[in-house]
């Protein structure tokens, strides 16, 4: 090779330059730190993930903005609940109404008890005269364990519903919203999020917002006893239970706090376990020696791991002492007040020994009022996130209704159809203009990012143009029931799916089942794509579960899953057949047996063919070609007529032609199906 040729490929005497170097970009550092220094905060330059953008937010809001909240995340739970069963929704209400009365009414027997026993006369007498108001102390205790034992009974048949309930409407509007907010990150996230937090809290909040209704009512009660004991009494309450209600916030503020700081800190610990564990990874890992690399920073991380949960737990402990120590002040100031009520004479002393028992419930309450108050607040806003990404799916959904799609296809045009996508200022199609006929196979090629695959989606009708017309039979395609329309395109992707069912249902869900099939459908398909032989060799043929996640399921190569993929788009057998570069991961061999079968083999009557690849030696037998580039087309029409014009089609060819050119064959005229045996 002379100096001139060695920097550049030579296409039929055309020289191809050789990738430049970006402009500007200077020469790396010689060391990069793999995470924030020793000194350094463990948590710093994580993003807050879409997952754990309302972690802690309990902690950040202010008391009022908690309680302010609570009537209406009562009213959202009490509609999902009455949604979902009415019958449960009213007994687990009237059950814990009963419930915290039956509360109530043991706190005014017990001091009914408390009075007798301090009363005068001997002591056999006194416990004979407390006697009836002990049973019945023990009658509404028992009455309340019933109620109480009522409500989990309602509440278990309740929360599974509004689950199944929440979670069906969920799944349905998700997996039905159009592809162009599918394929948005905004949503991803936004649907994962509500997914996976979403429906996990939506089970939770049931359960604990009907405790907190119990907690609620039982300070109710608590205080409503104080009143018919003493109406001074119920000055009480606050003296004793607002220490240890304060003291409750902020050992729950402090716990929510812990919990999203560990929880970061445990994500950047993630990131190298999950590697270190990874198939994917696993073979570089290996062939590069580099596990000793990711496992010293994993260490360096789980030291600091360490070192922060030693000091939350000091924290957590800390925080508990001075807790006690501001309640028992309370209870302190409390008692003294009593005592001087008592030694004045307001109250009598079985008065005050019951306001003591009646104050102890009332702490026990508050405490537990204001954990779940936190915990509720908390679940609640995920609970409106996950209501939130529901009608925002509604929103997104594709359009109903509108003309069945025509079963025959004569024509399908493009005219002047622009698309971009969510987010993005360039667009990804800009004016294109075609039209595809009856009978035609027609090929897309052109360079990496060009637009094909946005086209082909556009034709199936996945996009809606974002300018100019997609025209079926000259009906508008916007105006066309987009499901008939659906039906009547079969797409074979770049990236198939790899459906962790049976061989046969990988095949036979493109007609929409996968249980039911076309026996003879299925094995013409199989057979004209090569996965006849896949499937032959498969432990169970037909019925072999393709995934490893199932006992007995089996693995497939990527070429062994795109031929699998052809056959799906194949059984449809519908009048329009779109292949994404299907054989990209396939052998030549079967590449070659691919597009036999698609340009030559059987087909339906009338079938409109597109046909996108980068190898430009297996479309040269399309009736059109069309040559993309950034958006536009540039180039059309047959592979003579393109190699002829001699423009980027014609380069494009003959540099993959030079790649199989031997000394003494022609510019133009190898291929590697011309190579390739029978
Ligand atoms: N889902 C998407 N969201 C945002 N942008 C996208 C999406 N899919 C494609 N694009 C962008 O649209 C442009 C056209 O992409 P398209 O996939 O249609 O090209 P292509 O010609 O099929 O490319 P390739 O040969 O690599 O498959 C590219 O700039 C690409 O980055």
């Known amino acids: 090779m002379t100096g001139a040729q060695s920097g550049a490929a030579r296409t039929g005497g055309r020289r191809v330059p050789p990738p430049r170097p970006a402009p500007g970009l200077e ?13 350094d905060d463990i948590t710093d330059g994580l993003k807050t993930p879409y997952w754990s953008v309302h972690d802690g937010a309990s902690a950040k809001a202010s008391v009022g903005e908690i309680l302010g909240r609570l009537p209406q995340i009562l ?24 419930s915290a009365a039956m509360a109530a009414f043991g706190l005014v027997a017990s001091v009914g008890v408390l009075r007798e026993l301090f009363g005068t006369g001997p002591t056999p007498d006194r416990v004979r005269a407390a006697l009836p108001q002990l049973l019945l102390v023990v009658g509404l205790l028992s009455l309340r364990a019933l109620l109480e034992a ?50 996990y809290y939506a089970r939770q909040i049931v359960g604990n917002v009907v405790a907190l209704a119990a907690a609620a009512l039982d300070i109710i009660g608590t205080a409503s006893v104080l009143t018919v004991l003493h109406p001074l009494l119920i000055l009480m309450l606050p003296l004793s239970v607002l220490p240890v209600g304060a003291a409750a916030v902020r050992a729950a503020r402090d716990r929510f706090h812990s919990h999203m700081r560990w929880n970061a800190m445990q994500r950047r610990l993630r990131v190298f376990t999950w590697l270190l564990l990874d198939q994917d990874s696993a073979a570089e890992l290996r062939s590069t020696a580099s596990q000793g690399a990711l496992l010293s920073e994993y260490r360096r991380i789980a030291e600091r791991i360490a070192a922060e949960e030693t000091r939350l737990g000091v924290s957590a402990a800390r925080i508990n002492l001075a807790g006690r120590a501001v309640g028992g002040l309370g209870a302190g ?13 307001w109250i009598p002393l079985a008065v005050g020994a019951g306001a003591v028992l009646a104050l102890q419930t009332g702490r026990t309450s508050l405490t537990t009022f204001v954990n779940l108050a936190h915990l509720v607040f908390e679940n609640a806003l995920w609970v409106s996130d996950l209501l939130t990404v529901q009608s925002h799916c509604r929103t997104r959904l594709p359009r109903t209704g509108g003309l069945t799609a025509p079963e025959a296809v004569k024509e399908i045009r493009l005219d002047e159809v622009s698309f971009s996508y969510p987010g993005k200022d360039a667009p990804a199609l800009d004016g294109v203009t075609l039209t595809l006929k009856a009978g035609e196979t027609v090929a897309f090629v052109g360079v990496n990012g060009s637009g094909k695959s946005t ?21 508008d395609a916007q105006h066309l029931d987009p499901l008939s329309l659906q039906r009547r395109v079969s797409m074979v992707l770049q990236q198939p799916a790899h459906f962790p069912f049976t061989a046969l249902a990988n095949i036979t869900v493109s007609r929409g089942s996968i249980t039911d099939a ?9 057979t004209a794509s090569g996965a006849d032989q896949v499937i032959a060799s498969l432990p169970d043929a037909w019925t072999t579960l393709l995934s490893k996640r199932f006992r007995g399921g089996q693995q497939l190569s990527a070429g062994q899953w795109a031929k699998i993929a052809v056959a799906r788009g194949l059984y449809k057998q519908a009048p329009v057949l779109l292949l994404d570069e299907p054989t990209a991961s396939m052998d030549p061999r079967a590449e070659h047996a691919v597009y036999q079968a698609v340009l030559q083999g059987p087909r339906l009557p009338g079938q409109i063919t597109v046909l996108i690849s980068h190898r430009l030696a297996s479309v040269r037998g399309c009736d059109t070609i069309y040559v993309f580039d950034s958006g536009r087309i540039t180039e059309s029409g047959t592979h003579q007529e393109l190699m002829d014009l001699d423009a980027s089609y014609a380069a494009m060819f003959r540099l993959q032609a030079s790649g199989y050119r031997t000394a003494d064959s022609g510019p133009d005229a190898p291929s590697d199906r011309a190579r390739l045996p029978g």
């Open 455 to 475: 086209c082909s989606k556009l034709i199936a009708g996945l996009y809606d143009p974002t300018a100019g017309t997609v025209s079926w039979n000259g009906a």
């Open 333 to 345: 100031l409390t008692y003294a007040a009593l005592c001087l009520m008592l030694l004045d004479g």
């Open 27 to 39: 020469l790396p550092p010689a060391r990069v730190p793999a995470g924030p220094a020793d000194g």
């Open 150 to 199: 009522g409500v989990a009974a309602a509440e278990a048949k309740l929360t599974p519903k509004i689950r199944v309930a929440l979670e069906s409407e969920f799944y349905d509007l998700a997996a039905r919203v159009r592809l162009e907010a599918v394929e948005d990150p905004d949503w991803h996230d936004t649907v994962h999020r509500a997914s996976d937090k979403g429906l």
């Open 518 to 526: 076309d026996p003879e459908a299925a094995h013409r398909a199989a």
């Open 75 to 98: 009213r959202q739970v009490g509609t999902l609940a009455w949604r979902a069963d009415r019958r449960n929704t009213l007994l687990v209400v009237v059950l814990q109404l009963a």
